[in-house]
């Protein structure tokens, strides 16, 4: 598809009434991105030679939210309609000519496929204008496609239609192609005599027809695609299709998913072939796991990757954390933001870990914590280990060479070193370096008084 002249613009200034939320409408998550992402990606796929969107309800914070992404923002001070939103661009499209595919922030399902026979039956009718309709079994709420003989006449609003209209069941998905600098030219001629009081974009249609222009409507095959995000609930449908297809696409790549209704998995979560995910697994953010991993139920894995072999067991809980290969989790570890494990790694049950090195083959079994510490090769900490890394004030560093072994029940408070190979006894607290190949205990000897329980009854 040639693309030098084919811009996007994205409607995302409204404020979203029927969320009842502070947020922005187009900044409400789905898989884990916001709402308005799904039409920046299609842009970006389609290969328009520049992205602009319309901003407005907190502009700030939706820039913010895109920034860095190759995106012209125009602000519409005030939003007077569909129309007016698109009149705002007309600046920064001056030299443009060309093809303007219009994207709405609050249409996020929308498929690359679609809009791009939308593209080739706009550019073989050599149309003004073509429109991406769709027929619903319940059209409440969307503008009604008007047909004469077969042709598109115009689009009538919900609020402005009699009763003849509002049974059409012929709806306008909001998504059209327009050839520009024609279309600025129309959006002139429109007015905000409606039920709204608004300049509605769908007026374009009547107006480009009375100038004799050729405009035509295609008919959208899977009308789910279109579903515009009014409210939480339409938020909810519309996440659980755009999960669907999310885990058939894994599925397809050879991931097993137990249960593919309760597993949730954000849009730039990649999984490498022969991993099994449970139940109620949640993967998140930029999260990357390798082959041959399993994800038991009820893990949440967040910005993490996972490297082959691993086994995440139940209810285990990853943020910012980078596993290498055949490493075991769990159950009900939580492994916090700078975790490194470098492979061949078991924390266990009630491990937690935070800016954390593990050298390969270390481990922790049960009931430990450490935190702000640098491990080697070939650790074990003793169940309850805990690095006491924070003087109320200060964050200090432990460091533990490779071999060495601490004893269950240990604090090691830091700053501290544990040389090479060293041992820790069992219930120590240790305040000073342990040199390589030592053993140090710190602990009151045992006192034995004999009978002392008898007497006592
Ligand atoms: C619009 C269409 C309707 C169509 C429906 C599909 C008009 C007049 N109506 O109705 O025919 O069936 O979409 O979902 O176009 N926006 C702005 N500035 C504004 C107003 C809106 O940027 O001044 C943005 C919104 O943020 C949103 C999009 O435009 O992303 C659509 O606006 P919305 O108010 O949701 O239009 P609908 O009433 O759904
Ligand atoms: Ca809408």
């Given at each position: 598809m040639s693309t030098a002249n084919m811009v996007a613009v994205i409607l995302a200034?409204?404020?979203?009434?029927?969320?009842?939320?502070?947020?922005?409408?187009?900044?409400?998550?789905i898989t884990g991105q916001p709402l308005a992402t799904f039409s920046v990606q299609l842009a970006e796929k389609l290969g328009c030679s520049q992205t602009v969107m319309v901003v407005g309800h907190q502009a700030d914070q939706v820039q913010q939210a895109f920034a860095g992404q190759n995106i012209s923002f125009v602000l519409q001070q005030q939003q007077l309609g569909t129309g007016h939103a698109l009149m705002v661009t007309r600046k920064a499209l001056k030299d443009f000519t060309g093809t303007l595919l219009l994207l709405c922030?609050?249409?996020?399902?929308?498929r690359e496929q679609t809009l791009k026979e939308l593209l080739n039956q706009h550019r073989q009718s050599q149309a003004a204008v073509t429109v991406l309709t769709a027929t619903m079994d319940d059209p409440t709420g969307y503008g009604r496609i008007v047909r004469r003989a077969d042709e598109i006449e115009r689009i009538v609003e919900e609020k402005d239609a009699n009763a003849g209209e509002k049974a059409?069941?012929?709806?306008?998905?909001g998504i059209y192609a327009f050839e520009a600098p024609l279309v600025f030219q129309l959006l002139h001629?429109?007015?905000?005599?409606n039920a709204q009081g608004e300049y509605y974009l769908t007026d374009i249609i009547a107006l480009a027809k009375q100038a004799g222009h050729r405009v035509c409507a295609s008919l959208l095959?899977?009308?789910?695609?279109s579903m515009g995000i009014n409210d939480r609930i339409q938020l909810a449908e519309a996440t659980t299709i755009m999960r669907q297809r999310i885990n058939q696409q894994h599925m397809l790549g050879g991931v097993t998913l137990i249960d593919p209704a309760t597993t949730y998995i954000d849009l730039n979560v990649e999984i490498a072939a022969d991993t099994t995910i449970y139940p109620n697994v949640h993967l998140r953010g930029q999260t990357c796991i390798g082959h041959h991993c399993t994800i038991e139920t009820g893990a949440v894995i967040d910005s993490s990757t996972i490297g082959d072999h691993c086994l995440i067991k139940a209810a285990s809980a990853l943020e910012g954390s980078q596993l290498a290969e055949h490493c075991t989790i769990g159950p009900m570890a939580h492994l916090r933001p700078g975790t490194i494990l470098q492979g061949h790694n078991k924390l266990g049950n009630f491990v937690e870990t935070k800016k954390a090195v593990l050298g390969l083959l270390s481990q922790a079994s049960h009931l430990t914590y450490i935190g702000d510490a640098e491990l080697g090769c070939d650790i074990n900490l003793g169940c309850g280990t805990i690095t006491c890394n924070y003087d109320g004030v200060n964050k200090h560093k432990t460091i533990i060479e490779d071999g060495v072994f601490v004893g269950s029940d240990s604090q090691l408070i830091a700053p501290v070193t544990i040389g090479r190979n060293s041992v820790i006894a069992a219930g120590s607290t240790i305040t000073k370096d342990v040199p390589a190949d030592a053993l140090a205990l710190s602990r009151t000897e045992q006192k034995i008084i004999k009978g002392w329980s008898k007497r006592k009854k």
């Amino acid at each position: 598809m040639s693309t030098a002249n084919m811009v996007a613009v994205i409607l995302a200034a409204g404020k979203g009434t029927r969320m009842k939320s502070e947020c922005s409408k187009v900044l409400h998550p789905i898989t884990g991105q916001p709402l308005a992402t799904f039409s920046v990606q299609l842009a970006e796929k389609l290969g328009c030679s520049q992205t602009v969107m319309v901003v407005g309800h907190q502009a700030d914070q939706v820039q913010q939210a895109f920034a860095g992404q190759n995106i012209s923002f125009v602000l519409q001070q005030q939003q007077l309609g569909t129309g007016h939103a698109l009149m705002v661009t007309r600046k920064a499209l001056k030299d443009f000519t060309g093809t303007l595919l219009l994207l709405c922030g609050d249409v996020p399902l929308l498929r690359e496929q679609t809009l791009k026979e939308l593209l080739n039956q706009h550019r073989q009718s050599q149309a003004a204008v073509t429109v991406l309709t769709a027929t619903m079994d319940d059209p409440t709420g969307y503008g009604r496609i008007v047909r004469r003989a077969d042709e598109i006449e115009r689009i009538v609003e919900e609020k402005d239609a009699n009763a003849g209209e509002k049974a059409l069941q012929e709806i306008n998905t909001g998504i059209y192609a327009f050839e520009a600098p024609l279309v600025f030219q129309l959006l002139h001629q429109i007015s905000n005599n409606n039920a709204q009081g608004e300049y509605y974009l769908t007026d374009i249609i009547a107006l480009a027809k009375q100038a004799g222009h050729r405009v035509c409507a295609s008919l959208l095959k899977d009308s789910s695609e279109s579903m515009g995000i009014n409210d939480r609930i339409q938020l909810a449908e519309a996440t659980t299709i755009m999960r669907q297809r999310i885990n058939q696409q894994h599925m397809l790549g050879g991931v097993t998913l137990i249960d593919p209704a309760t597993t949730y998995i954000d849009l730039n979560v990649e999984i490498a072939a022969d991993t099994t995910i449970y139940p109620n697994v949640h993967l998140r953010g930029q999260t990357c796991i390798g082959h041959h991993c399993t994800i038991e139920t009820g893990a949440v894995i967040d910005s993490s990757t996972i490297g082959d072999h691993c086994l995440i067991k139940a209810a285990s809980a990853l943020e910012g954390s980078q596993l290498a290969e055949h490493c075991t989790i769990g159950p009900m570890a939580h492994l916090r933001p700078g975790t490194i494990l470098q492979g061949h790694n078991k924390l266990g049950n009630f491990v937690e870990t935070k800016k954390a090195v593990l050298g390969l083959l270390s481990q922790a079994s049960h009931l430990t914590y450490i935190g702000d510490a640098e491990l080697g090769c070939d650790i074990n900490l003793g169940c309850g280990t805990i690095t006491c890394n924070y003087d109320g004030v200060n964050k200090h560093k432990t460091i533990i060479e490779d071999g060495v072994f601490v004893g269950s029940d240990s604090q090691l408070i830091a700053p501290v070193t544990i040389g090479r190979n060293s041992v820790i006894a069992a219930g120590s607290t240790i305040t000073k370096d342990v040199p390589a190949d030592a053993l140090a205990l710190s602990r009151t000897e045992q006192k034995i008084i004999k009978g002392w329980s008898k007497r006592k009854k």
